[in-house]
C-alpha cells in the first residue's frame, strides 16, 4: 500500500477515488510513565516513554488506516495527514486519515 502525504503520486495516475479512510487508536499514561516524565521534567531531557507510546499509537493508528484501504480494494492513500486530541487529562486519540484510491504507473 503507497501511503503519501501530496495529493499526487509523481509518475502515477489516480484512476479511481474511493473516499476518506480513517484509523484510529487511544494511548492512555501509565502511572509509572507519568512518574518517571515528571522526574524527567524536572532535571530536564525527552520523556522517552511518551514518544515511545506516540510512536507506536502511530503506527497503529496507520495499519487500522490502511487496512480500512485495503477493504475497499484501494492500492494507496494520497493526502494522508495525523490528528491528535486530548480525550482527557490522561487519554489522547490519534487518527490517521487521508484519501484511498487506486493509481497506475
Do not use: P, R, S
Given at each position: 500500500m503507497l501511503v503519501a502525504t501530496s495529493e499526487q503520486l509523481k509518475g502515477r495516475e489516480?484512476?479511481?477515488t474511493f473516499g476518506l479512510v480513517i484509523g484510529s487508536t487511544t494511548r492512555g499514561q501509565l502511572v509509572t510513565e507519568e512518574v518517571i516524565s515528571n522526574i524527567r521534567k524536572i532535571i530536564g531531557g525527552e520523556s522517552v516513554e511518551y514518544t515511545d507510546g506516540l510512536a507506536l499509537a502511530r503506527e497503529e493508528a496507520v495499519q487500522r488506516m490502511i487496512k480500512e484501504?485495503?477493504?475497499?480494494?484501494?492500492?494507496a492513500i494520497v493526502g494522508m495527514r495525523f490528528s491528535i486530541t486530548s480525550v482527557t487529562q490522561t487519554v489522547v486519540e490519534i487518527v490517521a486519515y487521508g484519501t484511498a484510491v487506486n493509481v497506475k504507473d
Open positions: 489516480i484512476v479511481e484501504a485495503e477493504e475497499l480494494k484501494a492500492n
